[in-house]
């Protein structure tokens, strides 16, 4: 996923599917400077960290 893809994501008020390894997350944060992306697991939202933008895969999407 671009930053751009990312950002999107996070400022839709849509359901958008998107996982990390796998895991599905909900993206917090983008910071377009660094190309990261704060998220957080689904089932725990204390439960976060920051990745590569590029590490994002929009599900349903190939």
Do not use: C, F
């Not at 996982?19 to 939202?45: F, L, S």
């Amino acid at each position: 996923m671009d930053t751009k893809r990312a950002m999107e994501i996070l400022e839709s008020k849509d359901r958008i599917g998107v996982a990390v390894r796998g895991v599905p997350v909900w993206i917090d944060a983008v910071d377009q400077k660094t190309n990261t992306a704060r998220v957080h697991v689904e089932e725990n939202p204390e439960q976060y960290k920051t990745v590569a933008v590029n590490e994002l895969i929009e599900e349903g999407v190939h």
